[in-house]
């Protein structure tokens, strides 16, 4: 199909706004999918996407409208997944931005936004669920407008739901989008914004031919990461895969690879021919780093072997998951793994217990570390535990957070981020009632309790979003925490010097509270290096017998001290101190607890 | 296999005349009509079992339900039958012992007697639904020596709801103002689901840091007037040992008849049917009552024995005990004080011995 014919967009959306009706009657005005096909969500094909009405992975669908190629990829709208975002907007040319009518603006919106006006995107702002009683479209396009600098005429007003007006969506994608700039008879370049992988096939790359094109059986190659291999199979998303022997220059579809190893080919990365090879790949490939850290321990450590391999087969189709094993004193053997941020942390918590059966025990998050040793060597710090106890500095992740919100809770978020070590950046009237305010943070204050906090305190009507900045150096120190003397590696966190005393007093009470009275007293303590900062004693028990045992009552007296026996195998040994798993569970809830 | 020889044998009574709120061992109340037949069926089940027994019995017990409230006719008929023993045991309540009783105790054969004292308070006696008052203890305790049988033994219960610490004091004095042979102290358990519990359980939590000390009260106090705490909850003047009960704690086999009674004999356990229409049905067509049986294996036996011996306070022999052995644990007690390994075998300290049930669930292999 000549380039003019061809356009490419996605849709962005705060979540709840609408994007995925959207994309689901899109389909069906141009008979993509029969009435038998259609389900709600067609694009998000995880149970887990459809049941939290999130998109966690891109999707690429190629639709016909008025004897056009149309393009749709949908993305994921969550921070924690900015990168594959800014990989599918690459892929386009232009942008749905699709708001709620009755909400207006939210903090996903402009975030969103934002990155598709970095990518050159030409946006086309789309009013949503305009059949809503309580809908404002006026408002809300007069909000959008200032945003993206739109006259609010040429402001599409629509209900996804209704299909009201989703005719006139499709003709602005084909009058308003450019069609893709491209060079057909150029070295073929293709950008993966994408991957899945197919269990019989191996990876599957979602591409954006931008230059040149593939066919069939040709021999491709990956320019960043070198890796070679033959394209099995081309074509599109129809949102099915549909064989094609071509893909052209600016068409969207998927190159199966054959590839057993996601790592060989990471989206972002360039795809070109091996024969006539590309010279410079295209911009935009990027390492993502996690962000986001926690041990994940199976509750019971025979399952370790079935996490190491759910963790393989997760990977295969999120390149970001990071994982490396780890050996807790306390928690047995289990993986450290590091997150795009908490939504994925949950995610992909979820998806192991849901989609391999296991049960786990995830320890509480924390940021990643650089510190500098005394010795003068740069370390990055995945786990408190591994901080060296003498440091010369700690850097820790900031963020912005851009939070908007109705103008009465204005102070409530500023009380909140000042309590969180947060500097104010600047605030912005969005509307007369909507407010946005940008602050920086360091991540660690977000990691720890923050979104439920920002929640009640603003009653549930903040909306939230942020930045990584970069790594600052901060006050900070490691905080252990010994029973009997002995430190338990899976309790020690990182925290500011000055939230040291009243983390380290709210553990070891828990701990106290939760360890269940052993044979003998055990100290509780929290600790920076070698000053205690807060100390309880659980008291040893003092009676602990079998009253009476005669003829009747042995056979029921052994297997009650079997069964005490096995329940203490079961229990996380800490030196000499049994610790029921709940136990530790409590303790590492605690964040999410903290009134 | 050589020919099996028990030495001690259990005969259990099941009747009683109320149904006490924490009670959990298998009792009849009533029924008076049915002593007799119940009697005729025990009867016949010695007969069938007699083969087991040695040629000379240590110890008979006669336990319950409440082995006095059977009628004193009936009662006297298995006392007959019984086969001689150095130890003759009868559990007794103190409201049951009249001076007819007494006479008919010791002059077949009994020549020691448990009384279930429990306390010598009337308000804790009722909050445990005995019958018996704090005088009937006393009476009962002097009618008893006066017939001639000078081994007493009473049972004492502590952590009765609303009982203080010098409420368990004053119990204990009573109890030694009338000399027993033999004292038996358990702390009151409240069982999940028993009506006690639900009238009672709420206080019982409420004081159930205070109840764990009672039971070193209890022990210095009795240890300090000369007993000697010889089995987690039992103690005794010089060689006054419940002879029938260290059967038990040092995994002799032992011959169990009646409803519920459990026997134990080269390895095999089995368990009368607690249902008494069922087990008199059975005998009186001359077969075994129903039973329920458990196959002991070798480590299981290890394990029990490492449990029973690990109550008395003699050490107990190693080899005995070696495969159900948990040597890290032990090494882990030992360095907390809690247990010792000496050359004649493994004692419990005394602190080990108060926290008894952890420290042996800790040594179990």
Known sequence: MSLDRIRNFSIVAHIDHGKSTLADRILELTQTLSQREMREQVLDSMELERERGITIKAQAVRVAWRGHQLNLIDTPGHVDFTYEVSRALQACEGALLVVDAAQGIEAQTLANAYLAIENGLEIVPVVNKIDLPQADPERTAAEVGDLVGEDEARILRISAKTGEGIDTVLDAVVARIPPPQGDPEAPARALVFDSSYDQYRGVVAFVRMVDGSFRTRERLRALAAGTRFEAEELGFFSPFRSPTETLEAGEVGYVVTGLKDVSRLRVGDTLTADERPAREPLPGYKDVKPTVFAGLFPTDSDDYPEVRDALEKLKLNDASLFYEPETSQALGFGFRCGFLGLLHMEIVRERLEREFDLDLLVTAPNVAYRALTKAGEELEVHNPADMPPEVEQVEEPYIRASTIVPKEYVGSVMELNNDRRGRFHHMEYLSEERVLLAFDLPLAEIVYDYYDQLKSRTRGYASFDYDVLGFEPGELVRVDVLLAGEPVDALSLIVHREGAYARGRALVERLRVEIPRQLFDVPVQAAIGSRVIARETIKAKRKDVLAKCYGGDITRKRKLLERQKKGKKRMKQVGSVEIPQEAFLAVLNLDGERK | ?365
């Not at chain 2, 260290?246 to 095999?268: E, F, K, N, P």
């Not at chain 2, 480590?299 to 690990?310: K, V």
Request: contains cysteine; negative net charge.
């Open chain 2, 1 to 365: 296999m050589s020919a099996p020889a028990v030495r001690h044998l259990y005969v259990h009574l099941p009747f009683c005349a109320h149904r006490c709120g924490y009670c959990d061992f298998v009792t009849v109340v009533g029924r008076r009509g049915q002593h007799g037949a119940y009697v005729d069926a025990l009867l016949a089940e010695l007969e069938l079992e007699r083969p087991l027994l040695a040629e000379q019995v240590e110890t008979v017990f006669l336990g319950g339900g409440t082995p006095t409230f059977t009628e004193p006719a009936e009662l006297r008929r298995v006392l007959l039958a019984l086969p001689q023993a150095e130890e003759v045991t009868v559990e007794a309540n103190p409201e049951t012992v009249t001076p007819a009783l007494a006479e008919l105790l010791a002059r077949n054969g009994v020549n020691r007697v448990s009384l279930g004292a429990q306390s010598f308070n009337s308000a804790f006696l009722d909050v445990l639904e005995r019958r018996a008052r704090p005088g009937d203890v006393r009476r009962a305790v002097h009618l008893l020596r006066h017939a001639g049988i000078e081994n007493i033994s009473l049972d004492l219960l502590y952590g009765i709801p609303g009982q203080s610490a010098s409420d368990v004091a004053a119990d204990i004095g009573e109890a030694l103002a009338l000399s027993p042979e033999h004292l038996s102290c358990y702390e009151l358990e409240a069982k999940p689901g028993t009506r006690f519990t639900h009238a009672h359980g709420e206080e019982l939590e409420r004081q159930a840091e205070a109840i764990e000390g009672y039971f070193e009260l209890v022990v210095e106090t009795l240890v300090g007037s000369g007993y000697r705490w010889y089995e987690t909850a039992s103690f005794c003047l010089q060689g006054r040992q419940a002879r029938h009960n260290l059967g038990y704690w040092r995994g002799r086999d032992y011959l169990g008849l009646g409803i519920g009674a459990v026997s134990t004999l080269d390895g095999v356990r089995w368990r009368n049917t607690p249902r008494l229409a069922a087990y008199v049905a059975a005998l009186a067509e001359g077969e075994r009552p129903p039973r329920e049986q458990e196959q002991l294996d070798e480590d299981t036996r290890a394990r029990e024995r490492l449990m029973l011996g690990l109550r008395l306070d003699r050490p107990l022999a190693l080899a005995d005990v070696r495969v159900a052995l948990d040597v890290d644990a032990l090494a882990r007690l030992e360095s907390l004080g809690l247990a010792e390994q000496r050359a004649d075998g493994l004692v419990l300290t005394s602190r080990g011995r108060f926290l008894g049930g952890g420290v042996t669930a800790e040594l179990l292999a």
